[in-house]
């Protein structure tokens, strides 16, 4: 009676839920199921007890775990479990909750099941993981899940169960110029290319993340032989001698630069391994790209000196503690001032000064040489004008400008004004820029330095010879003056074809209409070549080394003194 009253419960529980519920009496052979589980299951009406269909639903991969789970409940005599699995083709994702009862014997006797599709809150999930562990565009591992799998890795070699760890951090060389050239869609689209052919490494043990826009790493988690990573590297530059074809038929070649490193050598976490790769790349960025570096005990040091050298830097340019040295420039063959060339020291005490070559090329990629740049102008003009007046002075002054400075747009009005508020003429004021300068922005460049020598500013074209130092654009800049670099100088005696071309540059620079200043000049020889080829000025230590302010001062008088 009482279980014929239950079962009409049952019933109706079965009639009305809108989940999957599924009841069984293993005393009386009862069973019942409500249409929702037979929807869910594919099972039909009246087959609701055959226990081995159900079984057979089961997704393959999930049976396993489903037969130990419920071994385990019936072992423990738990009345009230969860359990999550996938039926059928493995799409679709249900949650069982279930409740069992048992007799005094421990033998069940009666169970209740709930079934609920969770397949969109599953997928949701998985979306989430994904999220968390891939990079979404490319595929690969994110760089928070790279470095914690990595440092999971560093734990099974510490376990003997990987043999050892080799990384590889990777960046795509002058990878804004493609973007600029082919665009941002396509961009991205190279990117995921170029992501899918280190994913051709990929295994249980070789894993690829990205660790920004250009930046990818690679880890060797059981590398076979120290060279490993190294045998990867040539071959992805095997395969990069192939152009990747987009989808608009653009053909497009790119070339990486690499560090390299390995465990316990390149750091003892997943964090300190990658930075000592990162270092090691920047290494290959500075000298050549296109190249691979491992990385070396050195490296770091330099690495950690440059750091703690760049926040000296910042509090350098914030206290402005530079000085500015001159040099003099001679009209060859007169004792007599051409001009004076600024250059800057810092100066990190009475006796300490950091020469520009060891902090310029940082303050240009991290941006404070524009305050540098801008307290330099004034400095220069201030004691220009201070020659002018109180010494007699009539000689230009020239100012060294770096590429970041000149993509300023404003950058001729900011000249302009100051030298306005110092009365100085433009015409006194010479700016130098490398070829460099140049050759970057090309166009906005050469329209910044002709507006520049529109308004009466020289302009010079410093270190000639080491850049790409082609004749046949001369004529097509807008300068002044050319600067015959310390390194044509230094063999222009020694060097027979050096000579000729010295000689050829001279010329043809006259030609041109232009004025020839040769730096560097060290020695009595130099100059007298020099001369003899109408070179037109002459800078060096041979006719003096940059100097403060106070001695150009007792320089000029010493000229002076002598008309
Ligand atoms: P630069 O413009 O080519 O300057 C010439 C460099 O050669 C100076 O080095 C000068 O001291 C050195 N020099 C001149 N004559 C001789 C010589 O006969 N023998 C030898 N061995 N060296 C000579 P410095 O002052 O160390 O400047 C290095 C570079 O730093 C400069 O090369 C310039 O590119 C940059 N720089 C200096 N001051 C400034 C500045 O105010 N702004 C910017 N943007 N760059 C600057
Ligand atoms: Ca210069
Ligand atoms: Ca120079």
């Not at 999930?125 to 928070?144: C, I, K, P, S, W």
Request: hydrophobic share 35%.
């Amino acid at each position: 009676m009482e279980k014929s009253k239950n079962n009409s419960l049952y019933e109706f529980i079965s009639s009305t839920s809108n989940e999957g519920f599924r009841y069984v009496n293993y005393e009386t052979g009862y069973v019942i199921a409500s249409a929702r589980w037979r929807e869910l299951f594919g099972i039909e009406k009246g087959k609701e007890n055959d226990e081995s269909s159900f079984k057979d639903i089961l997704f393959k991969e999930d049976r396993e775990k489903f037969r130990d789970k419920i071994e385990r409940i019936l072992g423990k005599q738990e009345e009230n479990y969860e359990i999550e699995y996938r039926i059928k083709d493995g799409t679709t994702w249900i949650a069982h909750t279930g409740t069992h009862k048992y007799d005094k014997e421990g033998i069940l006797i009666e169970k209740f099941s709930f079934f609920r599709d969770i397949t969109k809150e599953k997928e949701k999930q998985l979306e989430l993981e994904y999220m968390a562990y891939f990079d979404a565009d490319t595929g690969v591992y994110n760089r928070n899940y790279f470095i914690k799998r990595l440092d999971r890795a560093i734990g099974k070699v510490l376990g003997g169960i990987y043999k050892r760890i080799q990384v590889m951090y990777l960046h795509i060389d002058n990878f804004n110029v493609v973007y600029d050239s082919i665009g941002f869609e396509r961009g991205d689209e190279l990117l995921i290319k170029f992501a899918k052919l280190l994913l051709q490494y990929s295994s249980h043990v070789v894993k690829v993340g990205r660790f920004s826009n250009n930046e990818f790493a690679i880890a060797l988690y059981d590398a076979e032989t120290e060279n490993e990573i190294v045998d990867i590297y040539n071959d992805i530059t095997d395969k990069l001698l192939t152009p990747f074809i987009l989808s608009d038929g653009n053909e497009i070649y790119i070339n990486v630069s690499a560090g390299i490193t390995s465990y316990p050598e390149g750091g003892l976490n997943a964090t300190e391994l990658i930075k000592c790769a990162d270092i090691a790349m920047y290494n290959v960025k500075r000298n050549s790209k296109n190249s691979m570096c491992i990385f070396e005990e050195s490296m770091l040091n330099k690495f950690l000196k440059n750091v703690k050298l760049e926040k000296q830097l910042k509090i350098a340019v914030e206290n402005l503690n530079f000085v500015l040295y001159y040099q003099p420039q001679y009209y060859a063959g007169r004792n007599e001032l051409r001009g004076v060339e600024a250059l800057i020291r810092w100066k990190i005490n009475e006796n300490e000064f950091v020469n520009p070559g060891d902090f310029i090329p940082m303050a240009e990629k991290n941006g404070c040489i524009v305050d540098i740049g801008e307290w330099v102008i004034r400095k220069a003009l201030e004691d220009f004008v201070d020659w002018k007046m109180n010494y007699g002075y009539n000689g230009m002054i020239s100012i060294n400008i770096s590429a970041v400075q000149l993509k300023d747009p404003d950058f001729s009005k900011l000249l302009t004004k100051y030298v306005k508020d110092k009365n100085v003429l433009p015409s006194d004021v010479e700016i130098e820029i490398t070829e460099s300068v140049l050759i970057q922005d090309f166009d906005i460049t050469t329209k910044t330095l002709s507006e520049l020598r529109k308004i009466g500013f020289k302009v010079s074209l410093d270190d000639f010879g080491t850049g790409y130092s082609s004749l046949s654009y001369l004529k097509n800049i807008p300068i002044d003056t050319l600067k015959i670099d310390k390194s044509f100088i230094d063999t222009v005696l020694t060097d027979t074809s050096t000579g000729i071309i010295t000689d050829a540059v001279i010329k043809m620079v006259k030609q041109l209409g232009l004025e020839t200043i040769a730096e560097g000049v060290e020695t009595e020889e130099q100059y007298e070549y020099l001369k003899k080829v109408n070179c037109d000025n002459i800078q060096g230590f041979l006719l003096g080394k940059p100097m403060d302010s106070a001695s150009i001062i007792e320089l000029i008088k010493k000229l002076n003194d002598r008309y």
